[in-house]
């Protein structure tokens, strides 16, 4: 018997109703690619909640990104923000229009082309969660050249967790195991003080398995706790030098999430002294130019339900837009655009027929 089937049975064998929720879009790339709530008991419901850093960087964002691409900038950032929509398109959109926009695969890529191309303004968009901000932060602590700089979009986990507990009905969460690597379990603990098991894990189908079985395990004992499913990366405490690195460069700030609204105290911003790589800085004038008169009151489609998805509170299912309108080729919104967005894995694992 597999590994799989040994934990299937387990959870089986003490299953009971709870809504678990998940923030990673590797975890539920890996539950829909295993099709694991079809074989889970019907009263185990698993949510996705905001946990795609390209699906939560808000239209306002992108705007800003298209605003210094289209002002003469080499605006540099990772392939799949590329097709995000903004309010008027997305940057692919805008390298069609003769925007110098590049796909990189790090922050050290964006680098080297400010280094072979030191006549040229080049922008990092830096995207993502505690993850990816570390790598940006130590990037800085380097000196990058001086024609080199930052768009920050780095969102925070704990703050967007402690929003959804406000909003929607969940009974305990799946840790984001890259994000763990980074903070360590310990920031999760005030979740498990009100009561709701935390687990952090990793990304292969029997360490989610294992993790929904130990929700299981602590409902059932009613001893509520963060533990640690995925010991291989993650240690309790996290990455010290990683933390010490974002404290050194960044610091907190409000920030906005796509379909979530500003969330107090869940972005990063470059600190004053590190002002000479802050493209937001260095631009500001600009952006604010060409960003002044665009309202985001109602500039996403009224049907589009990434919202709704991003929150747990809906399936792309639920969505009108869902392999008709919206498909991978021609995104509506943002959850369909990458291999970590709800829509996008629903999409490519569960089939069309199947939706």
Not at 81 to 105: K, T
Not at 126 to 145: D, W, Y
């Amino acid at each position: 018997m597999s590994a799989e089937s040994e934990l299937l049975d387990k959870i089986r064998d003490i299953s009971r109703p709870v809504r678990i929720m998940h923030i990673c879009g590797t975890h539920e790339r890996t539950i829909s690619k295993y099709s694991m709530r079809d074989v889970l008991p019907e009263e185990i419901e698993v949510l996705s909640g905001p946990g795609c850093p390209v699906c939560v960087t808000p239209e306002q964002e992108i705007d800003r990104a298209i605003a210094l691409a289209e002002s003469g900038v080499i605006l540099t950032s990772f392939g799949d923000m590329m097709r995000v929509p903004g309010s008027n398109g997305s940057l692919m959109e805008a390298r069609s229009r003769g925007a110098d926009v590049r796909m990189v695969y790090s922050i050290d890529d964006a680098i080297a082309i400010a280094e072979k191309e030191p006549e040229s303004k080049v922008v990092f968009f830096a995207i993502g969660f505690e993850t990816t901000a570390p790598t940006n932060a130590a990037a800085v602590l380097r000196k990058p050249p001086g024609n080199f700089s930052l768009l920050l979009s780095h969102k925070l986990t704990i703050p967007a967790m402690n929003e959804l507990i406000d909003e929607i009905e969940v009974d305990a969460f799946i840790a984001p195991g890259h994000v763990c690597t980074i903070i360590g379990i310990h920031p999760f603990d005030q979740f498990a003080e009100k009561g709701f098991p935390v687990i952090a894990a990793g990304f292969e189908a029997d360490e989610l398995l294992l993790s929904i079985l130990m929700v299981l395990e602590q409902q059932r004992s009613g001893n509520h706790t963060v533990e640690n499913a995925y010991p291989r990366a993650v240690k309790n405490e996290g990455n010290r030098r990683a933390q010490e690195m974002m404290e050194k460069v960044f610091e907190v700030i409000d920030s906005d999430w796509r379909g979530i609204g500003t969330i107090k105290d869940s972005g990063m911003k470059l600190r004053p002294e590190f002002a000479m790589y802050d493209a937001a800085v260095i631009y500001e004038d600009l952006i604010n130019e060409k960003v002044k008169d665009i309202s985001y009151e109602n500039s996403a489609s009224s049907l589009c339900r990434c919202a709704e998805i991003l929150k747990g509170k809906e399936k792309p299912s639920d969505c009108p837009l869902f392999t008709k309108k919206c498909n991978p080729a021609n995104p509506v919104g943002s959850c369909m655009v990458s291999q970590e967005g709800m829509c996008y894995n629903w999409y490519r694992y569960r089939g069309v027929e199947d939706a």
